[in-house]
């Protein structure tokens, strides 16, 4: 959290420098509109968007789009019922049919969590059984804290702040990332 005082945000416009633009907070739709406003593509999600508006800014080329996700397949999807002999398919997504299999078995404390929505996603062939033993195989790592993505900034910004301010209230906490946001990053 920068600590600098006295300086104000600039606005998003074309005259900014890429490392200007890269020392403050912007939202999505900010940088989405300078990027319009440029003529540049406006999609790939935040990071990817102030990468092409720095580089952009600085006269640079554009950095080099990453890899495209491998499509999944549209293939079979599970309809019910199912039952823990059920193979997963290739391209399986999160369903309410897994979702009432999963509740049935392991209880109404199910949900898909980042560890249950990879399983599905990349263990076609393997059983729902399967499935459930990876729940609860993986509920020691689940309870831990995760890392919070660095494109989910205000997300991350409170969870320090409230390790920092365990009894702070919400308002406080949203007062401070105002605070935070109107500040350079350096």
């Excluded at 890269?22 to 999609?43: Q, V």
Aim: with cysteine; glycine share 8%.
């Amino acid at each position: 959290m920068s600590t600098n005082t006295g300086e104000s945000r600039p606005a998003p416009t074309p005259a900014l420098t890429g490392a200007e633009l890269l020392r403050w907070y912007w939202t999505l739709a900010e940088l989405n509109a300078l990027a319009r406003e440029m003529g540049l593509p406006s999609g790939g999600g935040k990071v990817a968007v102030t990468a092409r508006l720095a580089a952009a800014l600085d006269g640079l080329p554009a950095p080099a789009a990453p890899a495209a996700p491998v499509p999944r397949r549209a293939g079979r999807r599970l309809t019910a019922p199912v039952t823990g002999a059920t193979v997963i398919p290739p391209g399986q997504n999160c369903s309410q049919v897994l979702r009432a299999y999963f509740v049935r078995e392991i209880g109404t404390g199910f949900h898909f969590d980042a560890f249950m929505r990879d399983y599905i996603a990349s263990h076609a062939g393997h059983t729902l059984a399967e499935a459930v033993a990876h729940w609860h195989a993986t509920r020691a790592c689940a309870a831990e804290p995760q890392e919070v993505g660095a494109q989910f900034e205000f997300n991350r910004f409170l969870r320090a702040w409230h390790a920092e301010h365990p009894d702070g209230a919400r308002a406080e906490a949203l007062a401070a990332w105002r605070a935070h946001r109107a500040r350079p990053r350096d």
